[in-house]
């Protein structure tokens, strides 16, 4: 909801400053999502007056205009907008005025000056009108634009919350304000109407629909009637575009007091009008251009031919106003918000009237809408005759607010500190509600339009919000220590990522056989002095000599797939006599036999060293580290070359990933390959950095390239000097294609790249793009003698 300071005056009195209103507003629950001013200063541009208009003698599509700037004397001006034409008030740019950081100056166009530049609404930056903006008949030429409509008021954007739709309006919002800032809220009166004619002909078939309907005939309207500037303005600010000054009106009145209103052309109506559900089968245009095919639990409104409008939610061009309307059947009405919101969701129609009728709107603001709509549109239009308004109503359905037993005590159970009973009156009194003593409590009913008041907690949330919640102090409130520096993710979680992949935790011995680790060729071997048994002399260097035995363990009980991990300490041999054991927690899986369990969705393949590259991979994304370096250098002796890889962090080995070389699956009994992976604690001791930016408002580009090189060359090096030379502008790296055969040279192949690039601040060129692609693939030519597949 968009809150201007001139508007937002008509209904409050407040010594507050406008700029300390944002945090009165938050205080009180609100959320403030932005502010400024209703429109830019455009200095130089004034309202013009086309006076007259003649022919260019050299241009046919240009005309001379002469424009009246009222004491700045006439102005010569040059146009060639189509709807250019004697009396027509549109902006003029003088010379001096800069528009989209172009300077306006006086020019010959075709051999004609041109003193400034008569303007679009595009132009100007706040319409996306074509041709010249067509300015109110009230404009006064000469006038500053921005003076003319205001646009040095500053407004804030306040988020509402679904449970305060009365505050869906500029009335309801400086309800609140004076609520929470003690000031004086005045509701402006319509002048009585007089009124007289023929009474509209209204029926409401569906009551427990629609409680309440009110609608008036309004006759004599003249043709050819604009908005006046201060509605066009205010229309904008809220984002709505002047149409028709009936409509105008109708839109005015819904943000002004929250009331939806909708107008008929009285001549367009076929006899009565009916508030009825649909009838299966039948179909209705609507406004926005759309066709929709109503069923028997939809309300509409209808005349003897068929719809006129979804009730509360959109009209139907059947009945639309327009130029040649002359009399209008003006509506407001009370639509039970179950009942339309049910019909807006299943049609996909998202309006202002229906974002507030599916919140709660107050039976009675009907007549108060009606009668203040009346009052502008004949003043602006110059109606003539208003008809006595037709008020169905049933009040025994309208929403009732039932009394609310306050007590003292919960007020300070809840908050923590007590409130005096007056005080609590007053706060109560100041939003509207009715509160009255009974047996030391208060009794409290809330006004008809706060839907959101229904128990005891209400009412104290409400006594929070207009205290102050910073004003409430935290005395009984739990003590817990707060770190600021975030917590490591740990081993655990890690842990608990495997088991989501499938695997299942084991637990080995820390002591193994020292002989059987000599074989594997790992290192450092801690040896125990008193060993209960020959086996279990060593403390183990790795858990992957445990982790081996347990998967045989399984595979020769008849347990086809195996994935099992484990999170324990290995142990580095002290260097030297008397030197301490070094201890180090690590997490190590193995991995055997079918890739995915038993199924009929995708067929059967056997585990390979990509699979476990991806959980590898889950692991460092989870660490916060998706760019963990893959190199095939360092890795352990025990694992078949070229399926074994080294993992490293910041040049730091920290762990390695691989198949179980054949001679060793031979010796220990493994009928199929075996992979394995063992990474250390550190990558999870530091817990991932958390950034926040805003989404993107920029579109990415994607460029692919398919770069041929030695086969030898691994795949995760090319992606790794890809990372190193494209810069920041890279926001995705995919390896989606490796091709060998037919095509290409013996001993080569092709990796098929794609590049993700991206600027938060601006669209990028193909220039930029280009020229970063270049410099990508000379990286690689000069690294890994890579050439671009032709």
């Known amino acids: 909801m968009r809150i201007a300071k001139q508007w937002l005056s008509d209904w409050l009195d407040t010594r507050l400053p406008f700029e300390d209103l944002a945090a009165v507003l938050t205080r009180g629950g609100f959320e403030v999502e932005g502010a400024g001013t209703t429109g830019p200063a455009l200095p130089g541009v004034v309202v013009g007056r086309i006076a007259a208009i003649t022919a260019h003698p050299h ?16 102005r010569t001006v040059v146009c060639g907008a189509a709807n250019a034409r004697v009396g027509l008030k549109a902006p003029l740019a003088l010379p001096g005025a800069v528009l989209g950081g172009r300077v306006i100056a006086e020019a010959d166009l075709r051999g004609v000056p041109s003193q400034g530049m008569l303007c679009s609404g595009a132009e100007l930056g706040l ?7 067509e300015l109110p008949d009230d404009a006064p030429p000469g006038v500053a634009l921005a003076e003319y409509f205001r646009f040095t008021d500053p407004y804030l954007d306040v988020a509402v919350t679904p449970n305060r739709g009365d505050c869906l309006s500029v009335k309801g919002m400086a309800r609140e304000i004076a609520a929470l800032t003690g000031g004086r809220f005045r509701a402006p009166r319509p002048r009585g109407l007089k009124v007289g004619g023929i009474t509209p002909r209204v029926s409401v078939e569906d009551k427990s629909g629609c409680p309440r309907y009110c609608a008036r005939l309004i006759s004599d309207i003249a043709p050819g009637k604009s908005s006046p500037g201060w509605l066009v303005e205010r229309l904008r600010v809220c984002g709505a575009a002047a149409r028709h000054p009936v409509v105008d009106v109708t839109n005015y009145i819904l943000f002004d007091l929250g009331q939806p209103l909708h107008a008929f052309d009285a001549a367009l109506v076929r006899g009565a009008l009916v508030v009825r559900g649909a009838r299966r089968g039948e179909e209705i245009a609507l406004l926005d251009g759309s066709t929709r095919r109503l069923e028997a639990n939809d309300l509409i409104i209808a005349d003897d031919e068929g719809p006129l409008a979804i009730a509360g939610v959109m009209g139907g061009m059947r009945a639309a106003v327009g130029p040649a309307t002359r009399s209008v059947l003006l509506e407001a009405a009370y639509f039970r918000p179950d009942t339309l919101s049910r019909t807006a969701r299943r049609l996909g129609l998202a309006t202002e009237a229906a974002l507030r009728f599916e919140r709660g709107v107050d039976p009675e603001l009907c007549v108060l809408a009606l009668e203040r709509a009346t009052a502008l549109i004949m003043k602006i239009t110059g109606g003539g005759v208003a008809s006595p308004a037709v008020d169905h109503g049933v009040p025994e359905l309208w929403p009732r607010a039932e009394p609310i037993r306050l007590r003292l005590g ?23 509600m009715t509160v009255t003593a009974s047996h030391g409590d208060l009794l409290v009913t809330a006004p008809r339009f706060r839907f959101d008041i229904r128990a005891e907690v209400d009412l104290v949330e409400e006594i929070a919000r207009l205290l102050g919640y910073d004003d409430i102090p ?19 979680r890690a842990a608990d990522l495997l088991v989501d992949r499938d695997y299942h935790e084991a637990m080995t011995f820390s002591l193994v056989d020292p002989e059987e680790q000599a074989r594997l060729g790992v290192p450092a071997q801690t040896l125990l002095r008193n060993p209960l048994a020959a086996p279990w002399s060593a403390l183990r260097a790795s858990l ?33 006599p008397g030197g301490v054991v070094a201890e180090e927690p690590r997490l190590s899986g193995v991995v055997l036999g079918p890739a995915l369990p038993e199924q009929w969705g995708a067929p059967a393949r056997a585990v390979d060293f990509f699979d476990v590259k991806g959980d590898v991979e889950a692991l460092c994304a989870l660490a916060g580290q998706p760019l963990l370096t893959v190199s095939p250098d360092g890795a352990p002796p025990f694992l078949q070359k070229g399926l074994a890889a080294a993992l490293s962090l910041r040049g730091e080995t920290i762990g390695f990933m691989g198949a179980l070389a054949p001679a060793h699956r031979e010796r220990l009994g493994f009928e199929e390959p075996v992979f394995m992976f063992e990474i250390q604690a550190s990558l999870f001791a530091e817990p991932p950095a958390a950034r926040a930016q805003e989404p993107p408002r920029f579109p990415s580009v994607r460029r692919d390239l398919a770069v041929v090189v030695d086969a030898a060359v691994p795949a995760g090096a090319v992606l790794e000097t890809v990372r190193l030379n494209a810069g920041p502008l890279l926001r995705g790296l995919v390896l989606f294609d490796v091709y060998q055969g037919e095509g290409l040279d013996l001993g080569k192949k092709s990796l098929a790249l794609g590049l993700t690039l991206q600027d938060f601040s601006r669209t990028l060129t193909d220039e930029v793009v280009d020229g970063l692609v270049a410099q990508v693939l000379a990286a690689l030519k000069a690294v890994h003698g890579a050439d671009l597949r032709q």
């Open 410 to 432: 919960r007020i300070h159970r809840l908050l923590g500190v007590g409130v005096p009973r007056a005080q609590v009156a007053r706060l109560l009194k100041g939003l509207g």
């Open 127 to 133: 319409t996306a009108t074509e041709g010249l903006w």
């Open 474 to 492: 935290a005395v009984w409130l739990p003590q817990a220590p707060v770190s600021a520096r975030p917590r490591a993710l740990g081993l655990r």
């Open 544 to 576: 992957i000599p445990g982790l081996l035995t347990a998967a045989l363990h399984n595979r020769r009980r008849q347990q086809g797939r195996v994935r099992l991990f484990e999170v324990g300490t290995c142990f580095r041999a002290a260097s030297g």
């Open 59 to 74: 241009a046919e599509r240009l005309r001379v205009c002469e424009v009246d700037c009222g004491e700045r004397g006439m």
